[in-house]
């Protein structure tokens, strides 16, 4: 039922929504200086690559874009325990989560 749901979909609605995600996150990326937002944005991009993948094995009438898409959740969230904890520990000694303050923590 919900994969005929999904193929009623035309695919190109799928890529132009991964592709505006992708370009929300990486603007974000480019633009903001706050630690957090840029890990948030980061996270943004990944799943943007989720969606199309996981639409595409729809289309496909496979599980191999799935599968990938799990490995891809387990990288992400390894992402984001290493960015928290370099995070913190910038926070620890600049009290700030500035990015361009990222150079104090040198030496």
């Known amino acids: 039922m919900v994969n005929s749901l999904l193929q009623s979909i035309p695919i190109d609605y799928f890529i132009y929504l ?7 996150g990486v603007t974000g990326v480019l633009v903001r200086r706050n630690a957090i937002i840029i ?23 496979d599980a191999d874009g799935q599968i990938l898409v799990f490995f891809i959740m387990v990288v992400a969230a390894a992402e984001v325990a290493v960015g928290l904890a370099i995070i913190t520990m910038m926070y620890r000694n600049t009290r700030s989560v500035d990015v361009s303050l990222f150079n104090r923590l040198k030496g």
């Open 18 to 24: 991964s592709a505006l995600l992708f370009c929300i």
């Open 39 to 61: 890990l948030g944005c980061v996270e943004l991009m990944l799943n943007s690559v989720n969606l199309l993948l996981t639409a595409f094995s729809t289309y496909k009438g």
